[in-house]
């Protein structure tokens, strides 16, 4: 036993080593890479969100797992898939009219973030930033995909409260189709979308929802393009969905993780914590979320898909 353990404990040792050392050579390549070659500007939050009350436009947001899956890696809730990486690729490097793409504010400067957050965004560009330059369309204006994550990841957290007043006018008297996984419960026990005139659901699975693309595209396209906004929450398959319900004519934005990101604001975490009866994928990730009984909620759904 004593023999085994220390086995162990030098194999572990020797893979934590590789592990680092790959990590730290990764590190040195990009730290050349990015002095030769342009970083994509990208907005800041408040002209992001200010561009889309002003346009009524679609929003794709890209972020950390998006481009993972366009690299052929898999994500913990949604299974690779060459043609979701087909159609991510598309989203990312061919614009189409009245439809904006949102990359994380991450290229340049990491100072406006945490330090937990710029450990992580620095060696996500040392083995992705050679991914994101690949792909981009280097004439497309960029805007801001972090409006839906406003507040965690910042040093200057209060600057949330702005954010979350100002994204809300995006839905101000405004009828919404919501599709979202089946436990992410958007806006559900809070008042981000108190102001909406009126809230339908469409519910699809937490894991693989892009299994279910084609029917949860049409059930939305059952419903009036002029008269309803989609707000999407289902991680990459947002980020399609949200372009091809533009290229339709509909006014789609990926809104993601919003609604989490809210409720944190309004407990004032400091760190990812887990939102009572809701599926949050960065803590938890759905253990222990149960049946939502707020008839309201129940009332708004439309349709459960998959």
Request: charged share 20%.
């Amino acid at each position: 036993m004593i023999i085994k353990t220390i086995i162990l404990y030098i194999w572990n040792a020797i893979v934590n080593l590789y592990i680092q050392g790959n990590a730290n050579i990764h590190l040195m390549n990009d730290f050349i890479y990015k002095h030769f070659v342009q970083a994509p500007k990208v907005a800041s939050l408040e002209d992001s969100v200010n561009h889309i009350l002003q346009t009524h436009c679609s929003v794709s947001r890209l972020g950390d797992g998006e481009i993972k899956l366009i690299a052929g890696k898999k994500l913990g809730f949604q299974d690779k898939n060459p043609i979701l990486r087909k159609k991510m690729i598309e989203v990312l490097s061919k614009p189409i009219a009245n439809h904006i793409v949102c990359l994380p504010d991450i290229f340049n400067n990491l100072s406006i973030y945490d330090s937990d957050s710029q450990k992580h965004w620095k060696k996500h560009l040392a083995f992705y930033r050679k991914y994101w330059y690949k792909y981009i369309n280097k004439q497309t204006t960029f805007y801001n995909a972090f409006i839906s994550r406003c507040y965690m990841m910042y040093q200057n957290p209060p600057m949330a409260n702005r954010m979350f007043n100002l994204l809300k006018q995006i839905w101000q008297d405004r009828d919404l189709i919501i599709i979202e996984g089946e436990k992410s419960r958007l806006g559900v026990n809070n008042d981000l979308f108190n102001n909406a005139k009126s809230i339908k659901r469409i519910l699809a699975p937490n894991r693989n929802a892009f299994n279910y693309y084609r029917p949860i595209l049409e059930k939305v396209t059952q419903y009036d393009k002029t008269k309803y906004l989609i707000l999407l929450a289902l991680g990459p398959t947002a980020t399609i969905m949200a372009y091809d319900l533009a290229k339709l004519g509909y006014q789609a934005i990926d809104i993601g993780h919003v609604d989490i990101e809210y409720e944190w604001f309004l407990m004032k975490a400091t760190h990812k914590v887990p939102v009572h009866n809701k599926f949050v994928n960065e803590a938890g990730a759905g253990v222990g979320v149960g049946l939502c009984n707020d008839q309201v909620y129940l009332s708004q759904i439309i349709s459960k898909i998959g």
